[in-house]
């Protein structure tokens, strides 16, 4: 991940300025992803790509439910033993799936030279993964896997599938990623490394991020005792948000 971002000093003053601009930012991209994840939701219904192969008010076939099953259960065996330690098979039909979809920051560590075993949780402003929501989000997720709270096998296979499926369903409906990058996303697959190489559906808002120098970090974070710091958003990073309408026309004329 900070092979990609850009690095810069700061001064504290700066840097609380920035701050503020940067929780400002956040909020409203965060508000705005919510809405269009809740106008989507029709388009993004688990029943629409499973069929009969999840419980539902309708159980019926779906053209394409077979073929959106067998990937599902592929790519869920491939990553269920380790680090979850759940059985291989997918027994249909599965237990019910929430329609809503829940947006949560993506995170990823910063290590530091001399402190590898403590690093530091980096939160995007500006990138989230979606999940089908459940009991388990990735945060608790992330605590049974590293042993922070006792393992719920069923709410951790609950939860597996809930991030896979947005993964399916953009390799079974191609033309849903180009209705995100219409509304200005752009729409990547990840693979947590700390989650087995779980693949995962990542939304990016157009704007670039920067992160300061990592002894500025580390003195940040040793003065509030928490370890973990934000991606900074620039006031100018909002006029070289790329406009992809606009850049479609030109080429079009050409």
Request: with cysteine; charged share 25%.
């Amino acid at each position: 991940m900070l092979e990609d971002i850009t690095r810069k000093n700061l001064d504290n003053q700066e840097f609380f300025k920035l701050r503020q601009v940067t929780e400002k930012i956040a909020n409203f991209l965060n508000k705005r992803l919510t809405w269009h994840l809740d106008i989507l939701k029709p388009l993004l219904t688990p029943r629409k790509l499973l069929g009969a192969y999840v419980k539902s008010a309708v159980m019926e076939d779906v053209p394409g439910s077979d073929k959106a099953f067998a990937e599902l259960q592929e790519r869920y065996a491939a990553v269920c033993e380790k680090p979850f330690s759940l059985p291989r098979k997918l027994q249909p039909p599965l237990p019910p799936i929430s329609t809503q979809l829940d947006a949560t920051p993506f995170l990823y560590p910063l290590y530091f030279t001399g402190s590898e075993d403590k690093p530091v949780s980096i939160t995007s402003p500006t990138r989230w993964i979606l999940a089908y929501q459940s009991d388990c989000p990735l945060n608790r997720l992330k605590a049974m896997v590293s042993g922070a709270e006792p393992r719920q096998p069923d709410d951790m296979r609950q939860a597996v599938i809930n991030h896979l499926l947005p993964v399916v369903y953009m390799k079974q409906f191609p033309d849903l990623k180009q209705l995100f990058e219409d509304l200005r996303y752009q729409v990547e697959m990840r693979e947590l490394g700390d989650l087995g190489g779980l693949p995962v559906v990542v939304i990016n808002a157009p704007l670039e991020t920067f992160l300061p120098l990592d002894d500025f970090i580390f003195q940040i974070t040793q003065l509030s005792g928490i370890a973990a710091f934000q991606e900074i958003i620039e006031s100018e990073a909002v006029e070289k948000i790329p406009d992809n309408l606009k850049g479609a026309l030109k080429n079009l004329l050409r």
